[in-house]
């Protein structure tokens, strides 16, 4: 069965520290993404990649960065973690025949608090 | 302005009876359509997709309507079931020179009682 793996379901972070959030895909997928989940909005998208060392902004990029040094792990980087960036994150995974925005397969998320 | 918009914002029904959840979109040019269920504490899945030229799809007890012209989307679900519980997000694709964009709704809290 396909998997998209997040190396933590909850964390706890303080202000001003920087946070890796981890998601590793076993089917082989070129396209990855990281979206935001917060309660009364859809889910937005923070970052995409479509090959290792490629990476695009999504919608709301700013202070996150992302690496992708190999093809099934794609890492979220909060550089200096800030209360508003509490939130549930969500990683996903899509094949290349379809390179574009579509996320195929999600992970089970990871919630961040910042306090 | 590119939005989707779910309708009822949460919904309780009695387990075994249908139930019909909408999305209204103005997203535009339209790709395809998509229902993702999403269980409390968990990622969402797909449940369906339709591109402009179909008007419904089944998958088990959900079927999904398209209606392009009015850009409006429903889920049915049929005898429905404990494990039916969950948000339903609807997700709506546009056409855009520099790759496909997604544009998500902020889903429909179903919970199903005995």
């Known amino acids: 069965d396909v998997k998209v793996t997040q190396s933590s379901r909850y964390l706890v972070k303080r202000t001003g520290e920087k946070v890796f959030l981890e998601c590793v895909q076993d089917?082989?997928?070129?396209?990855m993404f990281w979206y935001r989940q917060d309660p009364g909005l859809g889910l937005r998208l923070i970052y995409f990649?479509?090959?290792?060392?490629?990476?695009e902004k999504g919608d709301i990029p700013e202070g996150y960065s992302v690496s992708r040094e190999k093809k099934e792990r794609f890492s979220l980087i909060l550089e200096s973690a800030s209360t508003n960036q509490t939130s549930m994150y969500l990683c996903?995974?899509?094949?290349?025949?379809?390179?574009?925005?579509?996320?195929?397969?999600f992970g089970d998320g990871t919630r961040l608090s910042i306090l | 302005k590119n939005q989707v918009e779910q309708s009822p914002q949460s919904l309780i029904i009695l387990e075994g009876k249908n139930c019909t959840l909408q999305c209204n979109y103005t997203v535009s040019p339209f790709s395809n359509l998509r229902w993702y269920k999403q269980d409390t504490g968990r990622g969402p899945v797909s449940l369906t997709i339709?591109?402009?030229?179909?008007n419904t799809k089944s998958n088990g007890r959900y079927t999904a309507t398209l209606d392009a012209d009015t850009k409006q989307s429903s889920l049915h679900i049929t005898a429905s079931q404990l494990s039916d519980s969950a948000s339903y997000i609807c997700v709506v694709e546009r056409l855009t020179g520099g790759g496909n964009k997604l544009t998500f709704g902020t889903g429909t809290q179903l919970k199903v009682e005995l």
């Open positions: 339709m591109t402009f030229s179909e």
């Open positions: 996903a995974s899509s094949s290349a025949s379809r390179r574009d925005r579509q996320p195929q397969h």
């Open positions: 089917m082989d997928h070129e396209n």
């Open positions: 990649s479509y090959d290792v060392k490629m990476k």
